[in-house]
């Protein structure tokens, strides 16, 4: 089976610190890919990388940035975190040769800007 | 851009009801089309997926969804809701490698069954 787990749960944190979230699958995947997910908006992609070192923006990349330096850990980073960054975030992996693009999700991590 | 719409962000059921939810796309080339459900407090399950081939796909707990390529719809039943069922649905849609590997993501459907 595979396994994503994020570092957090719940965080709470102050407005203008530095955050990292924190991603680790167990699947030897590729593909990783940071959401953030808002009630009547589903799930919108932040960030996602192709494999190590390799970043690309998604549909809402602002206020954020990403590192992958080792295959199995994603990072998301809110250099400044504001309260507009209050939501929950969901971090997910893909086998790269997988055609079905099926996509595999860890349970989340809501974080509270206050 | 493709686009995914779920019609209603909130659904009511009956324990034993038929569910319905209801998921269209907009594509300008043949999809694939996901179903997740996300449980309270948890990250996002696969239910159930469409790729090629037969338009009917069964998935898990009962649910089945069809490929309605010219009514462009991909819409989540069960005959019989449980009460387990409540969770809120999320419908994605992805173009493959011509979309950079992304899913596009619905807004979300919360399925309140009740007894």
């Known amino acids: 089976d595979v396994k994503v787990t994020q570092s957090s749960r719940y965080l709470v944190k102050r407005t203008g610190e530095k955050v990292f979230l924190e991603c680790v699958q167990d699947m030897d995947h590729e593909n990783m890919f940071w959401y953030r997910q808002d009630p009547g908006l589903g799930l919108r992609l932040i960030y996602f990388s192709y494999d190590v070192k390799m970043k690309e923006k998604g549909d809402i990349p602002e206020g954020y940035s990403v590192s992958r330096e080792k295959k199995e850990r994603f990072s998301l980073i809110l250099e400044s975190a504001s309260t507009n960054q209050t939501s929950m975030y969901l971090c997910?992996?893909?086998?790269?040769?997988?055609?079905?693009?099926?996509?595999?999700f860890g349970p989340g991590t809501r974080l509270t800007v206050t | 851009a493709q686009s995914v719409t779920q019609l209603g962000s909130h659904v009511s059921v009956s324990e034993g009801a038929l569910v319905l939810l209801r998921c269209n796309y907009s594509s300008s080339v043949p999809p694939y089309l996901f179903w997740y459900v996300q449980y309270p407090n948890q990250g996002l399950q696969l239910l159930l997926k469409?790729?090629?081939?037969?338009?009917l796909v069964k998935g898990i707990n009962g649910f089945e969804a069809e490929f309605k390529k010219s009514e462009t719809s991909f819409h989540l039943t069960k005959p019989s809701a449980h009460m387990s069922d409540a969770a809120e649905y999320f419908c994605a849609v992805s173009k493959g490698k011509a979309a950079g590997n992304k899913l596009t993501f619905g807004g979300g459907t919360r399925v309140l069954v009740k007894p």
């Open positions: 997910a992996s893909r086998l790269h040769r997988d055609f079905s693009y099926e996509q595999y």
């Open positions: 469409y790729t090629t081939g037969a338009t």
